[in-house]
């Protein structure tokens, strides 16, 4: 709890964008492995939107290939959901996710608040 903070979210029109961040904690006994954005919608299951791992290539739901990408900033150890051509059906909570490393506990996943995503029509 409270190892990530999320921002970005809100309203918006369908067809337009929002940036979300998370940023991670920084220390020197921390690696942050994969980081990646899911999100929930009401009555809905939660479901991945794109996840990037370390040094890696960015995976995407199909939902949102050509539209969304996820980017990070290794030096802030911050992940970023640049969300373009926004629609109805995107919107939903959405969450930051963590694999992080602490030096002698081993790795942990890690969730963040969530934050709120709503593109009217």
């Known amino acids: 709890q409270g190892q990530l903070v999320e921002s970005g979210g809100g309203l918006v029109q369908a067809g337009g964008s929002l940036r979300l961040s998370c940023a991670g904690p920084g220390s020197i006994f921390i690696s942050i492995n994969s980081m990646g954005w899911y999100r929930q919608a009401a009555g809905k299951q939660r479901e991945l939107v794109a996840t990037i791992p370390k040094g890696g290539s960015a995976n995407y739901a199909d939902s949102v290939k050509g539209r969304f990408t996820i980017s990070r900033d290794y030096t802030k150890n911050t992940v970023y959901l640049q969300m373009n051509s926004l629609r109805p059906e995107d919107t939903a909570l959405y969450y930051c996710?963590?694999?992080?490393?602490?030096?002698?506990?081993?790795?942990?996943?890690?969730w963040g608040q969530g934050t709120q995503v709503t593109v009217s029509s």
């Open positions: 996710n963590a694999n992080i490393y602490i030096l002698g506990q081993g790795s942990t996943d890690y």
